[in-house]
């Protein structure tokens, strides 16, 4: 297994945040959520990208379901790059970011989150 990309975060109230660019701009809170499907932006992180809205979607969570659209965006993440990738827009998310699992399965990559150095490594 080698390491491709790694990531320095922080940890805060059992959620690892940690910093990305997207579209060329960075976020600095995304929330690993492997409990979510998708790379998943506020709202208001989408506009400020000037993300398209391209399909309305229903999407459903442990807390019930919302309204959200799909889109896409180009990604980076420590030093690695990756274009077109898959994401929603939810207008009521209470974090910028939610990474989610998909994004770790369609690119084959395995996680390895360490607590008590705030890293977050991609690993294949």
Not at 35 to 49: E, N, P, T
Not at 65 to 83: E, I, M, N, P, Y
């Amino acid at each position: 297994m080698k390491r491709v990309a790694l990531v320095r975060g922080r940890i805060h109230r059992d959620k690892f945040f940690f910093p990305c660019v997207v579209n060329q701009q960075r976020i600095d809170n995304v929330v690993l959520d492997t409990g979510a499907f998708d790379f998943v932006l506020s709202d208001q992180i989408a506009k400020r990208l000037h993300l398209s809205r391209e399909r309305a979607v229903v999407v459903r969570g442990v807390s019930g379901s919302a309204r959200a659209w799909t889109s896409h965006c180009d990604l980076s993440v420590g030093k690695r790059k990756f274009r077109n990738v898959p994401c929603v827009i939810m207008k009521d998310l209470p974090f910028e970011a939610l990474f989610g699992l998909r994004f770790f399965v369609d690119h084959g990559y395995q996680l390895l989150l360490d607590p008590k150095t705030a890293t977050l490594s991609f690993l294949r």
